[in-house]
């Protein structure tokens, strides 16, 4: 699964510290779901939907849907 967390978090000013505060995970969490080496968990994928008010499936895809974005 792919993702645009990193550009969807700068879009709306926010450092990896900060979004890691504001959805109560480390800094090294939003590190690894930005480089595509952590899947978060479904409740952490809402949490992020939430706060960035996006449908899930506008941060997060499969590698096939890219081309589709």
Not at 22 to 47: F, S, W
């Amino acid at each position: 699964m792919r993702n645009r967390v990193k550009q969807l978090r700068k879009e709306a000013g926010l450092r990896q510290e900060d979004l890691a505060n504001l959805l109560g995970v480390t800094r090294q969490t939003i590190i690894a779901i930005e480089n595509d080496k952590y899947d978060p968990t479904l409740e952490l994928a809402m949490k992020l939907s939430a706060l960035l008010k996006l449908h899930v499936d506008e941060i997060f895809y499969l590698d096939q849907d890219k081309e589709n974005l």
